[in-house]
């Protein structure tokens, strides 16, 4: 670490440093695994939900954040407003087979390239299989 990273005491944190930690507890939280295909480690970035540039506020709220592999974050660039719902139910493990696939076959013909760009099929099945996991769990939690 360099002077110029160091943290001066006392001082206010710079915006590379929130971003910093923004950055490592959204990672944290979401166990280093794309969030969109399952990749876990590897090259992933944290995604801002909510655009911070349309949402300046939420820049450094953890809650605002999601980790995607380095691919699905091409994907979902340019395509946030489209998304939001989705991941935020994804984050929140709220999202229903039956609301993914709708935003599955009605997503724009511009997204629907871009995805099929990449690794469609494996996004939408390991979205499915999370969607089946979160049910089991909670069957589980009732009977309990
Ligand atoms: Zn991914």
Known sequence: MNTKTKRRKGKKLTDKEKWR?????????????????????????????????????????????????????KMVTGYEDEWVDVLNKIKKKKLTLKVWNTFW????????????????EKIYEHIKNRIAGWKQRQKKSRIQ
């Open 21 to 73: 930690i923004w950055r490592q507890r959204v990672f944290k939280r979401d166990r280093f695994t794309c969030q969109l295909c399952g990749q876990r480690g590897g090259y992933i970035e944290p995604h801002h939900i909510k655009r911070k540039f349309d949402y300046p506020k939420l820049r450094y709220n953890v809650h605002n954040g999601i980790t995607l592999c380095g691919r699905c974050h």
């Open 105 to 120: 076959q009605n997503m724009s013909s511009a997204l629907k390239t871009q995805v099929k760009k990449l690794k469609r």
